[in-house]
């Protein structure tokens, strides 16, 4: 199993330039997450998504879309890349379970992106 | 908003000591967990703990977990330089979305 892995590895935008990340797991996972990582600030959610077809707000969801349409993919949009969304992306799956049965989460390594 | 805060923010220790990492919280949670995350990569989850245990073992990693002061604290006994990187807690907030709030990391070098 290659578990989680996103695509791009690096990408380099200029101000007002779109793109898409791709997330796919092969695990079977109903829910999955995007992050970003900035120096000193830990992980902040951005979107998630309980199953196929469902997403929700995070923490910091402001000039990001996500859509998935596939259980096993989770796309991350950047419709208008600003310098502010420079940051390294983390996506990450995980197994249903709530409360006590939370299970752990497994992530991606990682998008490093450039906003210039 | 971060929920756990992870201290100190950067530990350097000589291999073979005993590193501790604590980490606070602010609300009521279901479970704690730790992840290690290695320079350039993604995380990996080390344990996890559950709201109901006050300790747990997992090779030469011990967490404790103290919900009375909203505490827990990683234990790696024995360390080694492999184990040189960034530690976060993170938790599942009790009645909140299915998603964890990660603390800011603590730092740890192991020198040989």
């Known amino acids: 199993n290659a578990g989680v892995t996103q695509t791009p590895k690096f990408r380099v935008l200029k101000t007002g330039q779109s793109m898409t990340l791709l997330c796919a797991q092969d695990?079977?996972?109903?829910?999955m997450y995007w992050y970003r990582q900035d120096p000193g600030m830990g992980l902040r959610l951005i979107h998630y998504?309980?199953?196929?077809?469902?997403?929700a707000k995070g923490e910091v969801p402001d000039g990001y879309n996500v859509s998935r349409l596939k259980k096993q993919n989770f796309l991350l949009g950047l419709e208008s890349a600003a310098p502010s969304q420079t940051s390294v992306y983390f996506c990450?799956?995980?197994?249903?379970?709530?409360?006590?049965?939370?299970?752990?989460?497994?992530f991606g390594p990682g998008t490093r992106l450039t906003v210039l | 908003s971060q929920q756990g805060e992870e201290d100190p923010q950067a530990l350097s220790i000589q291999e073979g000591e005993n590193a501790t990492m604590n980490c606070s919280y602010k609300?009521?949670?279901?479970?704690l967990q730790w992840y290690r995350q290695n320079s350039g990569r993604g995380l990996v989850h080390l344990i996890l703990?559950?709201?109901?245990?006050r300790e747990k073992h997992s090779g030469r990693l011990r967490v404790t977990l103290d919900t009375s002061k909203k505490s827990s604290s990683l234990l790696i006994t024995a360390s080694r330089a492999a184990d040189t990187a960034s530690y976060f807690c993170?938790?599942?907030?009790?009645?909140?979305?299915?998603?964890?709030?990660f603390g800011q990391g603590t730092r740890l070098t192991i020198n040989p």
């Open positions: 990450a799956s995980r197994r249903p379970g709530t409360g006590r049965f939370y299970n752990e989460q497994f």
């Open positions: 703990i559950r709201s109901n245990e």
């Open positions: 993170a938790t599942d907030e009790t009645g909140g979305a299915q998603k964890l709030v």
């Open positions: 998504s309980v199953g196929e077809g469902t997403t």
């Open positions: 609300t009521s949670i279901n479970n």
């Open positions: 695990m079977n996972h109903e829910y």
